[in-house]
């Protein structure tokens, strides 16, 4: 079974400031993981993945993740916000076992950007 | 990256009858499809697995009367709200299974009077 707690239900940060989304997992398998976008009134966007590999995890819109074991987290950083960075994130976790289904997710956490 | 649709992004039904929301992968095969109900403020929960040419297999507490799953096709699922009442109205989202990750619709907006 797999369970995700994002702390944090709202994130607010300055244009230019240092975005960190936190996420910790549970797992009884190795995990996949993965954070989502998401719009007001749209389906959700990938931003990137954890599966195997490397542990720092570059994704789109300069977005970037770490899959750290030791801590079972997955927090979600960007150096620098914009102002079209104000959405939805969501993540999510699947056992390594069932690959591409069965995502549980995260409560998600809106990141408000002011200028 | 692939493309999946949903059919209609919104629509309005009156209390009683019955919405049919399509899902499609446009241009790859999804042998599985996922059909999720977001409400306000709220994380998506699972509502049911769609496999081509079987049964969906519904998760725990989710009336498989009241929302009838087909997936007739690999690039299609379809999902209807049968009986609709006002505690329905949602943001229903479907996903579709590739080999290498889900992708997910744009949703659909229900809103039962």
């Known amino acids: 079974a797999q369970s995700v707690t994002q702390l944090g239900s709202h994130v607010s940060v300055s244009e230019g400031a240092l975005v960190l989304l936190r996420c910790n997992y549970s797992s009884s398998v190795p995990p996949y993981l993965f954070w989502y976008v998401q719009y007001p009134n749209q389906g959700l966007q990938l931003l990137l993945k954890?599966?195997?590999?490397?542990?720092l995890v570059k994704g789109i819109n300069g977005f970037e993740a770490e899959f750290k074991k030791s801590e079972t987290s997955f927090h979600l950083t960007k150096p620098s916000a914009h102002m079209s960075d104000a959405a939805e994130y969501f993540c999510?976790?699947?056992?390594?076992?069932?690959?591409?289904?069965?995502?549980?997710f995260g409560k998600g956490t809106m990141l408000l950007v002011s200028p | 990256g692939a493309v999946v649709s949903q059919h209609p992004s919104r629509v309005i039904c009156k209390s009683g009858t019955s919405v049919k929301i399509e899902c499609r992968s446009l241009?790859?095969?999804?042998?599985?499809m996922f059909w999720y109900r977001q409400f306000p403020k709220k994380s998506l929960m699972l509502m049911a697995t769609?496999?081509?040419?079987?049964?969906?297999?519904?998760e725990q507490g989710v009336e498989k009367d009241k929302f009838l799953i087909n997936h007739a096709s690999l690039t299609l699922s379809t999902l209807t709200v049968t009986s609709a009442h006002p505690e329905d109205s949602s943001f229903y989202i479907c996903?579709?299974?590739?080999?290498?990750?889900?992708?997910f619709g744009p949703g659909t907006r229900l809103t039962v009077t």
């Open positions: 954890y599966t195997t590999g490397a542990t």
């Open positions: 999510a976790v699947s056992g390594s076992n069932s690959g591409y289904s069965t995502l549980t």
């Open positions: 996903s579709a299974r590739s080999r290498y990750e889900q992708y």
């Open positions: 241009d790859f095969q999804a042998t599985t």
């Open positions: 769609s496999n081509e040419g079987s049964k969906a297999t519904y």
